[in-house]
């Protein structure tokens, strides 16, 4: 059987005002990656192990596990069951938040639907819409209810965070009467950027598309290296000429396809000439 003890060294899990943006956007990839170790029964990690298993250093690891006191211990490793818990205290994860849908069309319902909320410690509460053909209907458990009835549903319950998946035309109004209700954290899924005035509400804008078309250029970018790749090698220059080239590409003067090309071009007539003569 295996036993797990405690690290040491461990004292302090404050995270400091000045944690940079992108530590905290790395914190969930960790608490995925220690989450199916648990479900693994692997109950101890070094940070080389961990590493290769995120394909980060383990000098990141430990860069980004120190902004928070740092969770390891030398010759020991990490805890995987005492870091997932530490993690999870520092995401929020133990706060048991609840939250509530607005908009119950395609979106909203698939979130309803999904484990995203109850995976992360949130407790989804209700949903709700303004049309007449979604309201009362049954979604995963939950009957959608009217708009007209949030302000009393809010004074009888302990809502943190409201998801929009609303147009966006209605977005902006209904996140002010949110925050007036006092509702802390929006999930904006619409189609636009909303800010508050209100500087204790905190809003998260998410933009699905961005990332389909981070996908498309990562895709355009492979195949124009690939075009790149096959012109180097089909071109005969040497190292010096090579070495032109990329000075004239770094100046501005030429792209490096064209240059390639045109030298590939260059390298079939030479041929030809050679197979005339």
Not at 58 to 79: E, K, V
Not at 246 to 272: H, M, W
């Amino acid at each position: 059987m295996k036993t797990e003890s405690k690290p040491e060294g461990t004292a302090r899990h404050t995270p400091r005002e000045d944690v940079s943006p992108a530590v905290i956007k790395r914190l969930p990839r960790y608490f995925r990656y220690l989450r199916e170790l648990l479900k693994n029964d692997i109950l101890r990690i070094s940070s080389g192990e961990l590493s290769r298993l995120m394909r980060v250093t383990a000098s990141q690891i430990r860069q980004d596990l120190n902004c928070f006191g740092g969770f390891g211990q030398q010759g020991y490793g990490y805890n995987v069951k005492y870091l997932y818990g530490k993690i999870s205290d520092i995401l929020g994860v133990t706060q048991n938040y609840g939250a509530i849908i607005i908009g119950a069309g395609n979106l909203g319902s698939a979130l309803a639907s999904s484990p995203i909320f109850v995976k992360r410690g949130v407790n989804l509460e209700a949903l709700f819409d303004t049309s007449p053909d979604v309201i009362g209907k049954n979604i995963n458990g939950y009957t959608v209810l009217p708009m007209d009835s949030l302000e009393d549903y809010l004074a009888e319950n302990s809502i943190s965070i409201a998801v929009l998946t609303m147009p966006k035309e209605y977005v902006k109004e209904t996140a002010e009467r949110l925050a007036a209700l006092g509702v802390k954290g929006l999930w904006n899924f619409a189609s636009t950027e909303i800010e508050l005035d209100d500087p204790s509400v905190v809003v998260q804008n998410v933009h699905m598309g961005d990332s389909l078309m981070t996908l498309c250029y990562e895709l355009t970018k492979k195949e124009e290296d690939s075009e790149i790749i096959r012109a180097i090698r089909s071109t005969k220059m040497g190292g010096r000429e090579l070495l032109a080239l990329l000075d004239n590409i770094q100046a501005g003067n030429v792209t490096f396809l064209t240059a390639a090309n045109k030298a590939s071009e260059e390298a079939e007539t030479e041929e030809a000439i050679e197979k005339d003569a």
